[in-house]
């Protein structure tokens, strides 16, 4: 009962992580404009994947989609890839994962199960890691565009959105680590019962060393002592035939 309470804990971690990093995928703020010596502010410039915008003063924005997926830097190329490939691989978690859980009634028998919800795990694991990456690598390039004394062009911060995919990250990894480590209590058990079962074999294997109709019984009492005198007892009613 408490593996089936902690596939459910998993699951309900994994499919909250991977909301999370799905809802960072579109999201507006992976970075923005830095106000760090600035007096008045006229304006503020934000970016994602897929775009990007300015705000005026008025609350009015202005926004301008990428041009070309060929000419964009290689860093947004690479974020895109890797946000996408977690969003796919956290669906296929969440589907292997509602197959491979104790509480459904498919997947077959215990030991498949269990391998459908590491297969899960897996998927989650590798699902956060890519989105772990995503929203990293988009960080690094945006911290060492602000410190970099050389860099004349506009500066940006952190976007919430990136808090949001690391914390989807996270929650995919650790759900995920839960689903494969709760399959180890599945195969103890198998293995305690095959271990029962050889040993009791083991202890009758004595019985079937002997070819069949020669099989010697254990509580069988010795034949009696066929000596002289039972003979003669036994012919002493012919004796004067």
């Not at 989609?65 to 974020?79: R, T």
């Not at 590491?118 to 565009?145: D, R, W």
């Amino acid at each position: 009962m408490s593996n089936m309470f902690m596939e459910i804990s998993a699951f309900i971690l994994t499919t909250s992580g991977w909301v999370l990093v799905s809802s960072t995928l579109p999201m507006d703020y992976w970075k923005v404009s830095s106000l760090d010596g600035t007096v008045i502010t006229t304006a503020t410039f934000w970016s994602n994947l897929w775009k990007t915008c300015v705000t005026d003063s008025t609350g009015v924005s202005n926004c301008e989609d990428f041009p070309s997926m060929l000419a964009l830097d290689g860093y947004i190329q690479a974020c895109r890839g890797l946000m996408i490939a977690a969003v796919c691989l956290g669906f296929f978690g969440t589907v292997f994962a509602l197959v491979g859980m104790k509480c459904t009634k498919i997947g077959g028998t215990d030991k498949s199960k269990a391998g459908i919800a590491c297969f899960a795990g897996v998927n989650f694991i590798l699902s956060g890691l890519c989105s772990l990456s995503a929203c990293s690598l988009y960080a690094h390039q945006i911290t060492s565009e602000f410190f970099d004394p050389m860099f004349v062009a506009q500066k940006y911060e952190l976007g919430a959105a990136l808090f949001i995919g690391w914390a989807g990250s996270i929650l995919c990894i650790l759900g995920g680590s839960i689903l494969c480590f709760s399959i180890a209590d599945t195969f103890t058990k198998r293995h305690g019962q095959g271990s029962y079962m050889y040993k009791g074999a083991a202890s009758h294997s004595h019985i079937s060393s002997y070819p069949r109709g020669y099989a010697k019984s254990v509580n069988q009492k010795p034949p009696p002592e066929y000596n002289s005198t039972s003979r003669m007892q036994h012919f002493d009613k012919n004796v004067y035939v």
